[in-house]
Structure formats: C-alpha cells, structure tokens
C-alpha cells in the first residue's frame, strides 16, 4: 500500500509540473513585491514581519519567501517548486493523521493504512484544490494546512497513550494543539481552526477516555477545544454588523454574504465531485449576491445546512463518521465562509475543509459490505482517474500564461480580473492598440468597471502621445462617481501619476491626475472608505510634492494619517518636514508615532525599528545642515 500510495505522489507531482512555468497572479506581486529589496537577515527580517494580508501579519509564511528572495526576479517557477513539494508533504501529513485516526477508532491496521491512503490519495490530486498551491501567495494556506496536520498528528500520537499514561498524554495533546495553532496562525489565521477539528474529532468518532475522570476531561475540553471554538464565534459576532463603508465596498451585509455563502459552500462540493477544468481557477463571474432568505436556492440551501449541521450534532454517534464529514466541512469554513468581509469565492479555502467530506466518502466506501464495496472502489478509482487528467489538463494551461489568459476571457468574459489579465498579455505579444480595443469593449458592455479607462489613458500616454487624449478624460470625469468600488482604481491612478512625471503626454498633467483622483474619491464607495480615503491623500502628497508645494504637501499627508498610520507615511512625513529644515517637528512627529504603534507586538518591532532608522536619518541630515 505504502508503494501505491508513493506512485500516487508521484503522479501529483507529474500533474502539477506543467505549471512550474506559470506567472504570478492576483495578489502575488502586492503581498511578496518586496522581496525585491531582501538581500540580507535584516531586511528578510523586516520582510518576514511587513505582512498586510492578515491581522497577525503572517510572518511565518513570509519567511520561507524571504528565504527564496533571490529567486524574485526570475519568475513564480522556484515558489511555485517549493508550493508543490509543500502540497506533497501535506498529502503524507493527511495520510499519517487519517491512519493514527483510524487506529484510534479501533480499524485494523491494514484497514486503516487502506482508508489513509486512498483518502489522501483523492485529496492530493483534487483539482478544486489547485489554486491553493499555483497561486504563489496561497502558500500561507497550504503551510497553515501543514501545522494544523502537524498538530492533529502529535495530538493523535499522544493520545494513544492516554490509557495507560494518561497525565503524560495530556500534556502531549495539549503542547500538540497549542503549538500547532500558534504556528499555524502566523501563516494564516485559518489555522486557528485546529481545536474546531479537533472537537469535531472527540465529538464524534472518538469515544471518552476511561482513564481519565469526567470532570477532568471535561474541564480539558472546555479549555482547549469550547474555548477556543467560543472566542471564533465571539470575534465573529462582533463581525455582523459592517460598517456602511464595508457594505459600499463589498456590495452586500453581513446577512446577505452568509446566505450567499451558504449556496457556494454546495458550489465547493459540487466542483469537488466534477471539477471540471473551466469550471476551476482564479477568473470567475462574480457570484450573485442572495439579497433574500425567500429565495427559492437561498432558502434551500440554508436550510440544508441546517439540517445537515443538526442531524449530524444529534446523531454523531450513532453515525459518527458522516457526521465527522459535514461537521469538519463546515469547522473548516467557519471562518472565511461566514460573516468575516472577503470576496465570496475562493477555492483554495477548501484546503482544509474539505478533508472531511473525503474521508467519511473513502471510510464508507472501504468498510462497506463486500457488493456495495465493489462498486464503490470502483466508484472512487474512477474518480481518481477522472481528478488525474483535469489537474494536468488544468496545470498545462497555468504554465501557458498568456493562452491561458486568453482561455479564462473567453469562458467568464464578465470577469473584471480575467479581462484585465488579457489585457496585459495582449500589451506584450500584439501591442497596445489591441490592449486599448479588449479595455475599451469590456467598459462599454460593463459601466461598473469604467475605472480601467485610467488604465487606458496612462497606455494612450506611453504609446499614443500625439493622439488628443479629452475624450477619455472627459468620459473618467462623468464615470468614475459611479464605478464600483476596487483598490486597482487606485493602483492606477497611481500609475497614471508615475508616467505623467516622467512622460510628456498631450492633455495629462498632474493637475489631470487630481482631477481624476477627486471625481474618484466624489463615489460614495470611494468617499466611505477609510483605506481607500488614507491612499487618496497618500496620492495628493506626492503630487504637491513633486510639483514644489511643501505645504499642500504636509497638510496631505496629515490628513491621510488621520484615516490610519501606517510605515510609508511615517517616512514621506518625517522626510518631508526633514527635508524643509523642520528637524524638531519631524522628532516629534517620530515620537508620536512610536505612541502609535500597531497592538501586532511583531508588526509594532519592525514600526519601531523604521523609527529608529528614519531617526538617524534625521540625525545626520541635520549635522550636514550645520
């Protein structure tokens, strides 16, 4: 078995090796573009605790990139290698915990290597799971994924002895659940899920220990598996009701978003079943938003999970491991699937979650009577088969970029993100008057997305510079109030800044881009929005700089601190008052600024550190003033 389940890790390694020449996607560059500045301990050290993905910051995740710094420049090949390989182990990490849990429910041994393996087997070459590991940036996901099996594995191993050293086993149990959530959590913050598992475990297909009292035991649980389950649920409470601005920005409540949620969580197992390939990846339609518990999808599918959920609590022992199935699922999406503010789909977040569903479907299928047996082997080779050509056919497109950028338009054409990609493609391999055409065709059949015309007049500004560029302006001025709220916008503004300082283009000036900025910033999803309000600020400052006004400059930036400090303003403010002679503003301002570091104690020793160095800055630009 051992043998078999090696040729299948080799398979997943043949069928994700296409996508070693894959390119960075999404959030790639706007999480690890720093690593272009790591080039020692120091500055992987400041990388490693930069991170803006999460609250906690991830800096576990971030450190295995800051080791592969070198390789930023040629391309996601080595991080994606590295993801792989991560995927792989995780794959041996699932099978040993699937194994230690099957033993733990008194399964012969051959039977429980049996279910392990195949079980781990269908997850690996899953391909709803292969996003988690060709986008470069999800290896937060899959490394979380990694100590949250680490932790199950240690739990399980010490737990077997609880019979006979019962004291010994729950130290071993406790330090596994501890250390595995604590590593887990600083890679993402999904890892804070490993006692829900764990819970999810002991309250189903694990039987009480004899050997320990009650009372012990339960006083145990409360305080490693309730607790922590409650502190969630608690932080999620405080989650329900969004801000109007998150709501601007977003386009649903918090209401809307779970029910909406409770359709996609079927999607997920549907795809997971039939993955088809171009029903799988990164560029899809944007889901439509459930706006009432009365519809007919809406109301089916909430009250199927309510069903499902309450049937499996009832009667989790009497049928423990089906209810281990829906009850890990639903622990596993508790929070990104729920009321916590982020884009409604994404398939990686079924890393982790959907092991549940796979090893109630293999346990079932393997302890069944021998006819039912037979034909759900079958069943499930099958589906291995099936699994194995869609996730090369889906890796040998992830490899092919720009035929792939190419395939992802034409299948979702109203994807926002997939068009952009398109685009950018086309700039590249058929230049820019075949990029202007695919911006221009998808605005005027999508209004919403209007905001990609700045795009098209920073490439009218870089290529078509004789061209009269007031049409586009003018059609900017009347769309941009009314477009859809997204951080690209202001990603682009921001480059239509850069190429106005450096490219002398007919009818854009940097009085255009304020133009712009503000007719922006005049959308109500604009206008509500705190990250959005501190960037437009950001903006306006380095444009009164480059154009000389100190003043404007300073009130700027003030007035972006207001929205919310962060580590770039702190060093254009100090090196702006620095710059104009003010040295004794620009140390008070450091000293305010340490009063205002982030409660992240990790995130607050790399604010202080920049201080310190902003400082000696300061320092010795003063002494060359003397």
């Known amino acids: 078995m051992l043998i078999g389940f090696g040729l299948v890790l080799l398979l997943a390694w043949s069928c994700y090796r296409p996508a070693l020449t894959g390119a960075l996607q999404l959030d790639d560059v706007s999480n690890l573009g720093g690593l272009a500045q790591v080039s020692d301990y120091d500055s992987a050290f400041n990388f490693s605790l930069s991170g803006g993905a999460g609250p906690l910051g991830r800096p576990i995740a971030l450190a295995t990139f800051a080791m592969q710094a070198d390789s930023w420049e040629q391309g996601a090949g080595a991080f994606l290698r590295f993801n792989f390989m991560l995927h792989l182990l995780n794959a041996v990490l699932l099978a040993f915990c699937i194994y ?63 019979k006979n050293m019962p004291r010994r086993a729950l130290v071993g149990m406790s330090t596994s659940l501890v250390g595995g959530t604590i590593l887990a959590m600083f890679c993402k913050e999904s890892g804070l899920l490993l006692p829900v598992f764990v819970l999810a475990i002991e309250s189903t297909v694990l039987e009480r220990p004899n050997s320990i009292d009650v009372r012990q035991w339960r006083l145990w649980k409360a305080a490693f598996l309730v607790l922590p389950l409650l502190l969630i649920v608690g932080y999620l409470a405080t989650r329900l009701g969004y801000p109007e601005w998150v709501v601007q920005r977003r386009g649903f409540t918090a209401g809307e978003r779970v029910m909406t949620e409770a359709r996609i969580l079927w999607l997920y197992l549907l795809k997971a079943l039939f993955g088809l390939p171009d029903k799988l990846g990164i560029f899809q339609d944007a889901p439509t938003v459930s706006r009432s518990l009365f519809d007919p999808l809406t109301l089916l599918a909430g009250l199927s999970w309510l069903l499902l959920a309450g049937s499996a609590i009832v009667w989790r022992r ?53 006819r039912w047996r037979a034909i759900g082997v079958v069943a499930l080779a099958t589906l291995v088969l099936i699994n194995t050509y869609f996730l090369y056919v889906f890796a040998s497109l992830w490899g092919e970029p720009s035929l792939a950028s190419r395939h992802w338009a034409m299948t979702y054409p109203h994807s926002v993100r997939a068009v952009g990609t398109l685009a950018s493609y086309q700039l590249d391999e058929e230049g820019p008057l075949r990029t202007l055409q695919t911006i221009d065709r998808f605005v005027i059949d999508h209004p919403q997305h209007a905001y990609l015309r700045l795009q098209e007049l920073n490439l009218l500004c870089r290529y078509v510079r004789d061209a009269s560029h007031v049409q586009v302006i003018e059609q900017l001025d009347r769309e941009l109030p009314n477009v859809d709220f997204t951080y690209t916008a ?127 800055y300061i320092d010795e630009l003063e002494k060359l003033q003397q």
């Open 318 to 370: 009497r049928y423990p491991i089906v209810a281990l199935g829906v009850l890990w699922y639903l622990a596993g999406h508790l929070i990104e699937s729920t009321v916590v503010s982020l884009e409604l789909y994404f398939e990686h977040r079924n890393y982790l979650p959907i092991i549940g569903p796979i090893t109630a479907l293999c346990s079932l299928v393997l302890v069944a009577g021998r």
């Open 490 to 616: 202001g990603k682009m503004l921001s480059q239509l800044f850069d190429g106005v300082v450096v490219t002398d283009c007919p009818d854009v000036h940097l009085d255009t881009v304020v133009a712009l900025a503000w007719s922006l910033r005049s959308n109500p999803r604009y206008a509500a929005d705190p990250i959005y309000n501190r960037f437009h600020y950001k903006l306006l400052a380095g444009i009164a700089r480059v154009q000389g006004d100190q003043v404007a400059t300073i009130d700027n930036l003030r007035k972006a601190l207001t929205y919310g400090p962060s580590g770039e303003l702190n060093m254009m403010m100090i090196t702006a008052l620095a710059g104009d002679g003010d040295f004794d503003a620009a140390y008070n301002f450091i000293d305010d600024a340490k009063d205002n570091a982030p409660a992240n104690p990790l995130r607050a020793m790399t604010w202080h550190r920049n201080l310190d160095e902003l400082r000696i």
């Open 100 to 162: 230690r849990l099957s033993l733990a429910m008194a399964v012969k041994r051959d039977k429980a290597m049996t279910v392990a393996m195949v079980s781990a087997s269908v997850w690996v070459l899953m391909p709803l799971l292969a996003t988690s590991s060709m986008l470069v940036v999800q290896r937060m996901t899959t490394l979380s994924a990694a100590f949250v099996l680490l932790g199950l594995a240690g739990y399980l191993v010490a737990r077997n002895d609880i």
